[in-house]
């Protein structure tokens, strides 16, 4: 996958993400105009956790304040949550709807060990172009279910062939290989499948 496709995905991912927080800044402003309380809820929150912030950073010793502060916090969060329901929001209606709730429409998380590794949306979606560029996009009708070995002759004719079986049995052949094949993929002393002919040939 080139790094021109992974960038314009990036490009795509950051566009959605702005896209959600300018509709949460929609929907914040039109519900502060009806239920102002809720804008007085988060303006307290966010005062509370820039005070918890700053007697962290500042090692202070009154384990009493801070923890004075988080119950405030706490408890501003469950007024707000009752509002919404009272008023029927979800709780979630203040919060940007982003299209991955996993990576928040960044394209990437943090694993364990906090290494950013990519999410599996993002993978999924390198894999839907990679899957479209190689002409294999109708995989629902054209598979082996659907194949039809009648089509192909049932006559013997070395001279003409240059095989001494039918085309049919050959094709048959190819294809019971092809699931083999399939069925071994992980298998790594299982040899890989090379075809080799003309364009257009069967």
Same mark, same amino acid.
């Given at each position: 996958?080139?790094?021109?496709?992974?960038n314009?995905l990036?490009?795509? *991912?950051?566009?959605?993400?702005?896209?959600?927080?300018?509709?949460?800044?929609?929907?914040?402003?039109?519900? *502060?105009?009806?239920?102002?309380?809720?804008?007085?809820?988060?303006?307290?929150?966010n005062?509370?956790?820039?005070?918890?912030?700053?007697?962290?950073?500042?090692?202070?010793?009154?384990?009493?304040?801070?923890?004075?502060?988080?119950?405030?916090?706490?408890?501003?969060?469950?007024?707000?949550?009752?509002?919404?329901?009272?008023?029927?929001?979800?709780?979630?209606?203040?919060?940007?709807?982003?299209?991955?709730?996993?990576?928040?429409?960044?394209?990437?998380?943090?694993?364990?060990?906090y290494?950013?590794?990519?999410?599996?949306?993002?993978?999924?979606?390198?894999?839907?172009?990679?899957?479209n560029?190689?002409?294999?996009?109708?995989?629902?009708?054209?598979n082996?279910?659907?194949?039809?070995?009648l089509?192909?002759?049932?006559?013997?004719?070395?001279?003409? *062939?240059?095989?001494?079986?039918?085309?049919?049995?050959?094709?048959?052949?190819?294809?019971?290989?092809?699931i083999?094949?399939?069925?071994?993929?992980?298998?790594?002393d299982?040899?890989?499948?090379?075809?080799?002919?003309?364009?257009?040939?069967r």
């Amino acid at each position: 996958m080139s790094n021109e496709i992974l960038n314009s995905l990036l490009k795509e *991912y950051s566009q959605k993400k702005l896209d959600a927080e300018l509709d949460l800044e929609k929907r914040k402003q039109n519900l *502060y105009k009806l239920i102002p309380r809720l804008e007085e809820i988060d303006n307290e929150l966010n005062n509370f956790a820039i005070n918890t912030a700053k007697n962290i950073l500042n090692n202070s010793s009154n384990n009493y304040s801070i923890n004075n502060l988080k119950q405030k916090i706490a408890n501003l969060k469950k007024e707000k949550e009752l509002i919404l329901l009272k008023n029927n929001y979800n709780v979630d209606y203040l919060k940007p709807f982003y299209e991955c709730k996993i990576c928040n429409d960044t394209g990437f998380i943090l694993d364990n060990n906090y290494k950013t590794t990519m999410c599996n949306c993002l993978k999924q979606k390198l894999l839907d172009i990679s899957f479209n560029k190689s002409n294999m996009s109708n995989l629902k009708k054209e598979n082996f279910n659907n194949f039809n070995e009648l089509i192909f002759s049932d006559e013997v004719d070395l001279s003409k *062939y240059r095989f001494n079986i039918s085309p049919r049995k050959n094709i048959s052949n190819i294809k019971n290989k092809c699931i083999d094949f399939i069925n071994n993929f992980d298998n790594p002393d299982y040899k890989n499948l090379l075809f080799v002919g003309s364009t257009g040939l069967r």
